[in-house]
Antibody
Framework: EVQLVQSGAEVKKPGESLKISCKGSGYSFTSYWIGWVRQMPGKGLEWMGIIYPGDSDTRYSPSFQGQVTISADKSISTAYLQWSSLKASDTAMYYC??????????????WGQGTLVTVSS | QLVLTQSPSASASLGASVKLTCTLSSGHSSYAIAWHQQQPEKGPRYLMKLNSDGSHSKGDGIPDRFSGSSSGAERYLTISSLQSEDEADYYCQTWGTVVFGGGTKLTVL
């Protein structure tokens, strides 16, 4: 069974750093792209970027380029999303998602359960 | 630029059918999409991948009440025999450069 299990909710202050995780299981982690999606309170889904864990090829949405860093550790089947300096506007739910065709940027077929990030002074 | 357009809201009665639409921007009418459901206070769930010829493949455990079809640049999600748990936000998604539609909020009356 394919599963994406994300790390727990975080409460941070503006200016702090943060790294959240997404652990994949039940499939070949290195063979499928993994993406990150933001959902701000009461809003729709926004694509942030994707990574291919097999070779760490990473692509960012222009809206998020330079704002976050996406990485992966294939030895532990885990993808990461990190911020170096959080802002209040980063408050949102963040989902990881698997792209459903091997080695191909395609449709999402599995979602993580989400990680709520709250940034407040 | 690749854009997906969805109506913000839709409604239908319990037990009826509803057809939601996702429209691909000009020049992208051959693209496949995926449909995702997000029930209130829950994470998204993958429903199906829908090709330009109307063929589709559903995710694990998705009921037969959910089906997809295509016409030109339009991609449709039809939900029949509506149930209360179908009340949710529905998003379409495509790729190449990954894009989401704005979502349609479905109300079951």
């Amino acid at each position: 069974e394919v599963q994406l299990v994300q790390s727990g909710a975080e409460v941070k202050k503006p200016g702090e750093s943060l790294k959240i995780s997404c652990k994949g299981s039940g499939y070949s982690f290195t063979s499928y792209w993994i993406g990150w999606v933001r959902q701000m309170p009461g809003k729709g889904l926004e694509w942030m970027g994707i990574i291919y864990p097999g070779d760490s090829d990473t692509r960012y949405s222009p809206s998020f380029q330079g704002q976050v860093t996406i990485s992966a550790d294939k030895s532990i089947s885990t993808a990461y999303l990190q911020w170096s300096s959080l802002k209040a506007s980063d408050t949102a739910m963040y989902y990881c998602a698997r792209l459903g065709e091997m080695a191909t940027i395609s449709h999402i077929d599995y979602w993580g359960q989400g990680t709520l990030v709250t940034v407040s002074s | 630029q690749l854009v997906l357009t969805q109506s913000p809201s839709a409604s239908a009665s319990l037990g009826a059918s509803v057809k939601l639409t996702c429209t691909l921007s000009s020049g992208h009418s051959s693209y496949a999409i995926a449909w995702h459901q997000q029930q209130p206070e829950k994470g998204p769930r993958y429903l199906m991948k829908l090709n330009s010829d109307g063929s589709h493949s559903k995710g694990d455990g998705i009921p037969d009440r959910f089906s997809g079809s295509s016409s030109g640049a339009e991609r449709y999600l039809t939900i029949s025999s509506l149930q209360s748990e179908d009340e949710a936000d529905y998003y379409c998604q495509t790729w190449g450069t990954v894009v989401f539609g704005g979502g349609t909020k479905l109300t079951v009356l």
